[in-house]
């Protein structure tokens, strides 16, 4: 629907349960036993052939409302939210960018289109201290805020609460929409992928946010790793088999064989001399690190800490066959701790972990 301009005309009032009716709805005149939703004064129902149809202060009163139409259309919208129980949710868009040192951007991005969904409850003004939402609603039992702008929108103090609590909130801007849309038109824009609506706040995004930058570091802490290196230093590693077979070469070691060297070796090594340093990731799950070869690292990653792999991939170059033993490059060493320090909440030394 087009924009419209704005007017002084008020469409809805309130009626003595204080509910609201549009003007289509009531008798004509002081008939219809309508207040202003602004002041609370009478109203008349005016109804002619002339002009369009609108509600309007007895001239007994003398009074003059300017903010009347306003309040009137931020009424509607919070009434009609709490009718249809549903609102069409706004797409969310997040990006994530960081560049290396020699200005190559790497960046992430993640979508999740709108969609439909039910509203559990629905309370209006209701205070959520030291705030008051406009509607604070219950959709998959999590808290969603909508806020209903028609001339002043969301201050930073109301932004900066929502934030403290993790509540996600989405803002209807009507700023620019005439006084007099009806029922209808308020509908369609409450249940359709309309551009009125967008998040003020998603507590998810933070969460996309963390994860896009996790990925996006690794991939510079690679980039960076391969630049230093000289192009004679960088193994070629084409697969986990291939490239494992070629860092162990030296020792003519074959680690698809059935010889106890290898990676089947090393790791009884270190069952009674190995140490290993173990991750406590923040986002849930452990990441232990041996490193007493001088060539190779071997990573065992729990179950929970499954969510890293896409990462970590960058870093091994492989897993080793019918186990959860990762192998890297010791030259990735370095750059490995640095990132997953920046991700862990705690780390220790263990004996014999494998």
Known sequence: MDKLKQDAHIIFAMVE?????????????????????????????????????????????GVSCEWAAETALHFAMKQLIEEERQIFIPDMHVQVERTTSWGQTVKRTHSTPGKMVQLESVALEHSVHPIRPDVVAMSGGKHLFIEVTVTHGTDQKKLKHIQKINTSAIEFNLRDYSRTIDWEVLRDLLISASPVKSWIFNRRQAEIEAKLLDEVMAEIAILEEDRRKSTSEKFLLNSATSSADQLMDNRNMDWQSNSKKGVDELTEKMKIRGKAICFSLKNGGEIFVHSIDENIVLLHITEQAEWLLSALSKFSVGKK???????????????LFIYLNSISSATRSVQGHI
Do not use: T, Y
Not at 21 to 44: S, Y
Not at 323 to 333: A, D, L
């Open 321 to 335: 066959s019918d186990s959860e033993i990762w192998v890297m490059p010791k030259k990735r060493e370095h750059q």
């Open 17 to 61: 349960d204080g509910s609201l009716r549009q003007i289509r709805d009531v008798a004509n005149g002081l008939a219809c036993n309508c207040f202003c939703i602004a002041c609370r004064m009478r109203v008349l129902a005016r109804q002619g052939s002339v002009r369009q149809w609108h509600f309007a202060h007895s001239s007994q009163h």
